[in-house]
């Protein structure tokens, strides 16, 4: 079966320092990949999607990048956090059927 | 641009009750419709993916309808358990080149009080 994990689980971090969140996929070969970011009060807003290794589309124009240097691992990155960019980051993956699965989350926050 | 709601926004209910959950949307060029249930400080878990050619789909207590000419989704939750009581969202995928992004509503929370 697939399981998809995200670390670390929470993070606090200080305006201006860097950022790394990391995604893994196991038991599934070439998924789409997503990174979301839910706010508090907001809803899910998709942040990056990918196709495949390298191949990375950004949905929103923000100061975070995203990277696939694996086909099963997905990596969430910044140079310097702002305060807004606190929020809950969500993984995802799909295959073929299009349906998406979540993984548990990272807790970002930025002080 | 799709747009996504979801009422009501809250709703509680005793154990044992059946109940309706709805979501709207407003471009009726969906490719499916996905419902989630989330746990406070948790991931998303999914419950039910509806293509948009289907009507309906079943898992359980749960049965969630399509109407993709009208923009609605239902979701009925049977015989209700306080396990259930979570934050449920849907969430709508786009036609086309744009079938990868799902636009979320906001969610409906639910308490089932034992």
């Known amino acids: 079966s697939q399981t998809i994990h995200q670390w670390p689980a929470t993070l606090v971090q200080p305006v201006g320092s860097p950022l790394s969140l990391e995604c893994t996929v196991e038991?599934?070969?070439?998924?789409?990949l997503y990174w979301y970011r839910q706010a508090a009060g907001r809803g899910l807003q998709l942040l990056f999607y990918?196709?495949?290794?390298?191949?990375i589309s950004s949905e929103v124009p923000q100061n975070l990048s995203a990277s696939r240097p694996q086909d099963r691992q997905f990596i969430l990155s910044s140079k310097k956090l702002l305060l807004s960019d606190s929020g809950f980051y969500l993984c995802?993956?799909?295959?073929?059927?299009?349906?998406?699965?979540f993984g548990p989350g990272t807790r970002l926050t930025v002080l | 641009k799709q747009e996504v709601t979801q009422i009501p926004a809250a709703l509680s209910v005793p154990e044992g009750e059946n109940l309706v959950l709805n979501c709207s949307f407003t471009?009726?060029?969906?490719?499916?419709l996905q419902w989630f249930r989330q746990d406070p400080g948790k991931g998303l878990t999914s419950l039910l993916l509806?293509?948009?050619?289907?009507r309906e789909q079943t898992s359980g207590r749960l049965n969630a309808s399509l109407d993709k000419s009208s923009g609605r989704s239902t979701l009925y939750i049977a015989a209700s358990q306080p396990g259930d009581s979570a934050t449920y969202l849907c969430?709508?995928?786009?036609?086309?080149?744009?079938?990868?992004?799902?636009?979320f509503g906001k969610g409906t929370l639910l308490t089932v009080n034992p």
């Open positions: 995802a993956w799909s295959g073929l059927s299009n349906e998406q699965f």
């Open positions: 038991g599934t070969s070439n998924p789409n």
């Open positions: 990918s196709v495949g290794i390298g191949q």
């Open positions: 471009d009726s060029a969906i490719y499916n």
């Open positions: 509806i293509q948009s050619s289907q």
């Open positions: 969430a709508v995928s786009g036609s086309g080149g744009s079938n990868y992004k799902l636009t």
